[in-house]
């Protein structure tokens, strides 16, 4: 379903409602809270948002309630809601975008607008150039100076990037509003999206048209957007109402592939090819759209000159780079000697959904909606893995749950094509053990061990914790590695090369956890981990069906740690895997 600008207008309307129940403070500061939420589900929406209205089943959706589900309906049949009425009557014009500059109290802005007119950013700088603001009642000369400055210095993203999941939302959102207009060949997000970072600072599109100016035009009018920073004939850099930057190249289509290459790596990594280049005498900056054609040439593989990445890198004398590696962290000199993994693992070649919790422990979703969920996307087995019994705070499965659970399994089981594995996430104790007694865990089909508590451990306390339970004798899957959460919890200290030389000679292998705010363990770490020959799985990490979806992060990570198809053992099939984690 191709998204209408009606949803979008209607989510700007909601963080409208958000921002101005914001600005009264007290209670209301909540229900700004469930608006801002509610704006973000709209956006995001895949389904006719007509139809959900026509069949009353906006409440059936995470977070929307009976009375924001009158307000979008409002919004849907009018145009208007009787919530964001009321509340425009109560403050002054203008009164969001300006509360945004420092030291404009609601109190001033009132003032401001009852005695100058001042309603936007324009006609306060307007009042100031010409002199009138040092009349107005607690306003002077200093006063228009600093919000000179402030008019002077845009408003910035949030002072932290992005996590990725969030930027790639944001950024789907935005293609396709540019989608619905006609002026549109094709589009891709590149930058830190592309390139699978953990976090995002700034969301970069590329856009193909015949007419980029009318294309600007059309991306300026997205509702959600509440800055202009920059624009030229073919670019713009906006902020949105969540607080994400982002730039928008909008380019003719022969350009398309050149734009979409530019706006991707590094500047370290373009730097680093532009040596490449002085060494093959090619003097002229690489960067450039007639260079990069030029490059393609030389690096054709028929007689057509195909303008390709591939041809591009080809031309330099290289392989092909992929876009998670193109950070200058030896991707160059690694091609150059023919070293890069030309297979690196993709989302295709993942068989099964690896790490999964149900209702049993901390998911949302049962048994069989999982299942079925797995099914659908094609996977052929799926771990079902809760937690163990010491994380008490996560339902932990106690031995008698366990049975219970291991005979829902099999119930499920004669439901789905897709093969069900009974697993567990045991806990690894203070001592290294792992949680269940061992006759248990010899009788689970997967064993994820992981670190839950106790993460303030001394560096070589948690090393002899890891290494302990990376030798005992069971099979298992190194979870969350280092237990990072980002933003909010740095990696546990260990030493990381002794306990991976520990999994290199013990029956373990390291998870890449897909959770958006764990991706552990860190790239870097997983090239690590390679040198010693160790097996790798791609989890989910999946406390709900929709989590599912976190798999794309996780392959993500493990592109830009180098890894191989190969080296991952969910890429096997459903007989290959249970005999390869086989406790």
Same mark, same amino acid.
């Given at each position: 379903?191709?998204?209408?600008?009606?949803?979008?207008?209607?989510?700007?309307?909601?963080?409208?409602?958000?921002?101005?129940?914001?600005?009264?403070?007290?209670?209301?500061?909540?229900?700004?809270?469930?608006?801002?939420?509610?704006?973000?589900?709209?956006?995001?929406?895949?389904?006719?948002?007509?139809?959900?209205?026509?069949?009353?089943?906006?409440?059936?959706?995470?977070?929307?309630?009976?009375?924001l589900?009158?307000?979008?309906?409002?919004?849907?049949?009018?145009?208007?809601?009787?919530?964001?009425?009321?509340?425009?009557?109560?403050?002054?014009?203008?009164?969001?975008?300006?509360?945004?500059?420092?030291?404009?109290?609601l109190?001033?802005?009132?003032?401001l607008?009852?005695?100058?007119g001042?309603?936007?950013?324009?006609?306060?700088?307007?009042?100031?150039?010409?002199?009138?603001?040092?009349?107005?009642?607690?306003?002077?000369?200093?006063?228009?100076?600093?919000?000179?400055l402030?008019?002077?210095?845009?408003?910035?993203?949030?002072?932290?990037?992005?996590?990725?999941?969030?930027?790639?939302?944001?950024?789907?959102?935005?293609?396709?509003?540019?989608?619905?207009?006609?002026?549109l060949?094709?589009?891709?997000?590149?930058?830190?999206?592309?390139?699978?970072?953990?976090?995002?600072?700034?969301?970069?599109?590329?856009?193909?048209?015949?007419?980029?100016?009318?294309?600007?035009?059309?991306?300026?009018?997205?509702?959600?957007?509440?800055?202009?920073?920059?624009?030229?004939?073919?670019?713009?850099?906006?902020?949105?109402?969540?607080?994400?930057?982002?730039?928008?190249?909008?380019?003719?289509?022969?350009?398309?592939?050149?734009?979409?290459?530019?706006?991707?790596g590094?500047?370290?990594?373009?730097?680093?090819?532009?040596?490449?280049?002085?060494?093959?005498?090619?003097?002229?900056?690489?960067?450039?759209?007639?260079?990069?054609?030029s490059?393609c040439?030389?690096?054709?593989?028929?007689?057509?000159?195909?303008?390709?990445e591939?041809?591009?890198?080809?031309g330099l004398?290289?392989?092909?780079?992929?876009?998670?590696?193109?950070?200058?962290?030896?991707?160059?000199?690694?091609?150059?000697?023919?070293?890069?993994?030309?297979?690196?693992?993709?989302?295709?070649?993942?068989?099964?959904?690896?790490h999964?919790?149900?209702?049993?422990?901390?998911?949302?979703?049962?048994?069989?909606?999982?299942?079925?969920?797995?099914?659908?996307m094609? *996977?052929?087995?799926?771990t $079902? #893995?809760?937690?163990?019994?010491?994380? =008490?705070?996560?339902? %932990?499965?106690? !031995?008698? @749950? /366990?049975?219970?659970?291991?005979?829902?399994?099999?119930?499920?089981?004669?439901?789905?094509?897709?093969?069900?594995?009974?697993?567990?996430?045991?806990?690894?104790?203070?001592?290294?053990?792992?949680?269940?007694?061992?006759?248990?865990?010899?009788?689970?089909?997967?064993?994820?061990?992981?670190?839950?508590?106790?993460?303030?451990?001394?560096?070589?306390? *948690?090393?002899?914790?890891? $290494? #302990?339970?990376?030798?005992?004798?069971? =099979?298992?899957?190194? %979870?969350?590695? !280092?237990? @990072? /959460?980002?933003?909010?919890?740095?990696?546990?200290?260990?030493h990381?090369?002794?306990?991976?030389?520990?999994?290199?000679?013990?029956?373990?292998a390291?998870?890449?956890?897909?959770?958006?705010?764990?991706?552990?363990?860190?790239?870097?770490?997983?090239?690590?981990?390679?040198?010693?020959?160790?097996?790798f799985?791609?989890?989910?990490?999946?406390?709900?069906?929709?989590?599912?979806?976190?798999?794309?992060?996780?392959?993500?990570?493990?592109?830009?740690?180098?890894?191989?198809?190969?080296?991952?053992?969910n890429?096997?099939?459903?007989?290959?895997?249970?005999?390869?984690?086989?406790?």
């Amino acid at each position: 379903m191709s998204k209408t600008p009606d949803q979008f207008a209607i989510a700007a309307a909601l963080l409208e409602i958000s921002a101005l129940l914001e600005l009264k403070g007290g209670k209301d500061r909540f229900k700004a809270r469930a608006y801002q939420r509610s704006a973000r589900v709209i956006a995001g929406l895949t389904e006719d948002l007509g139809t959900l209205i026509k069949q009353q089943r906006l409440t059936s959706i995470r977070g929307i309630g009976t009375a924001l589900a009158s307000q979008i309906g409002q919004l849907y049949e009018t145009g208007a809601s009787s919530v964001l009425s009321q509340l425009r009557q109560e403050f002054p014009p203008g009164v969001i975008e300006l509360s945004r500059l420092p030291g404009l109290s609601l109190n001033k802005i009132k003032t401001l607008s009852q005695t100058l007119g001042i309603a936007s950013t324009e006609d306060l700088r307007a009042a100031i150039e010409a002199g009138k603001l040092r009349s107005v009642k607690g306003f002077g000369a200093r006063s228009e100076e600093k919000l000179l400055l402030s008019l002077e210095s845009p408003p910035t993203s949030v002072s932290q990037r992005i996590h990725i999941h969030h930027a790639n939302r944001i950024g789907q959102q935005l293609t396709d509003y540019l989608r619905t207009e006609s002026a549109l060949i094709d589009v891709g997000l590149a930058g830190s999206i592309r390139r699978a970072q953990e976090t995002v600072g700034t969301i970069r599109i590329v856009a193909s048209t015949e007419s980029p100016r009318q294309l600007l035009e059309q991306f300026l009018r997205f509702p959600l957007i509440v800055h202009l920073a920059q624009k030229d004939p073919e670019s713009c850099t906006v902020l949105l109402a969540e607080g994400a930057q982002v730039v928008l190249s909008a380019v003719r289509p022969n350009e398309y592939v050149w734009a979409l290459w530019r706006e991707t790596g590094t500047t370290a990594h373009f730097e680093k090819l532009q040596k490449v280049a002085a060494r093959r005498r090619l003097r002229s900056d690489i960067t450039s759209h007639k260079a990069f054609v030029s490059l393609c040439a030389r690096g054709k593989q028929a007689r057509a000159v195909a303008v390709t990445e591939p041809n591009f890198y080809r031309g330099l004398g290289l392989p092909y780079i992929p876009p998670e590696l193109r950070e200058d962290l030896g991707e160059i000199e690694a091609a150059s000697k023919g070293k890069l993994p030309e297979d690196l693992v993709d989302l295709e070649d993942i068989q099964g959904m690896v790490h999964c919790h149900t209702t049993y422990s901390d998911g949302r979703d049962t048994i069989q909606a999982m299942a079925a969920a797995a099914e659908a996307m094609g *996977m052929k087995y799926l771990t $079902i #893995t809760d937690h163990s019994p010491t994380a =008490f705070y996560a339902g %932990g499965v106690t !031995l008698d @749950r /366990l049975k219970r659970q291991w005979d829902e399994i099999d119930e499920v089981q004669e439901n789905v094509k897709v093969k069900l594995l009974k697993g567990t996430e045991s806990d690894i104790v203070a001592n290294g053990g792992l949680d269940y007694p061992d006759r248990i865990l010899k009788k689970f089909d997967v064993i994820v061990a992981s670190i839950h508590s106790r993460y303030k451990m001394n560096a070589e306390q *948690m090393t002899d914790r890891l $290494i #302990t339970a990376m030798r005992t004798p069971f =099979f298992k899957i190194w %979870g969350h590695a !280092l237990g @990072r /959460l980002i933003h909010r919890r740095p990696p546990f200290e260990c030493h990381i090369e002794r306990v991976l030389d520990a999994i290199a000679e013990s029956r373990a292998a390291i998870e890449i956890n897909g959770d958006p705010f764990r991706l552990d363990m860190e790239p870097s770490l997983l090239r690590e981990a390679r040198k010693r020959r160790i097996k790798f799985v791609i989890s989910v990490d999946a406390h709900s069906t929709g989590a599912l979806q976190n798999l794309k992060y996780g392959v993500g990570i493990a592109r830009r740690g180098w890894v191989r198809k190969v080296e991952v053992l969910n890429t096997l099939s459903a007989k290959a895997f249970a005999k390869a984690v086989r406790p």
